[in-house]
């Protein structure tokens, strides 16, 4: 499973931006996805997920109610609207996709995207 990120941006605080990520191959749909990001000098955090079908959703309590992430199986795609966005949402944003239970888990996941810088302005 190949993973490609895109939509970062700089982008004032209070703004939105949407990221994508599309993946590669026809087993999308048996998978989870979700998205993590790292701010410099931080570890890895568990931003959002959403389960395969897409109808169970999680998110960090830091962006529950600001962030969705939702899923298009058809387009092999997953997606985080991120709207009301502050300063300490900088970070490089990555997606990732797992076959195992618990999607808030970062050691959970067997495949990873390259990252996408996301720099919120003040």
């Known amino acids: 499973v190949q993973l490609q990120a895109s939509g970062g941006g700089l982008v004032q605080a209070g703004g939105s931006l949407r990221l994508s990520c599309a993946a590669s191959?026809?087993?999308?749909?048996?998978?989870?996805m979700g998205w993590f990001r790292q701010a410099p000098g931080k570890e890895r955090e568990f931003v959002a997920a959403?389960?395969?079908?897409?109808?169970?959703?999680y998110y960090a309590d830091s962006v529950k109610g600001r962030f969705t992430i939702s899923r298009d199986n058809a387009k092999n795609t997953v997606y985080l609207q991120m709207n009301s966005l502050k300063s300490e949402d900088t970070a490089v944003y990555y997606c990732?996709?797992?076959?195992?239970?618990?999607?808030?888990?970062?050691?959970?996941?067997?495949?990873w995207g390259q990252g996408t810088l996301v720099t919120v302005s003040s």
């Open positions: 959403v389960s395969r079908g897409g109808g169970i959703t």
């Open positions: 990732a996709a797992t076959f195992n239970s618990d999607p808030t888990k970062r050691g959970e996941y067997d495949y």
């Open positions: 191959g026809r087993t999308f749909s048996t998978y989870a």
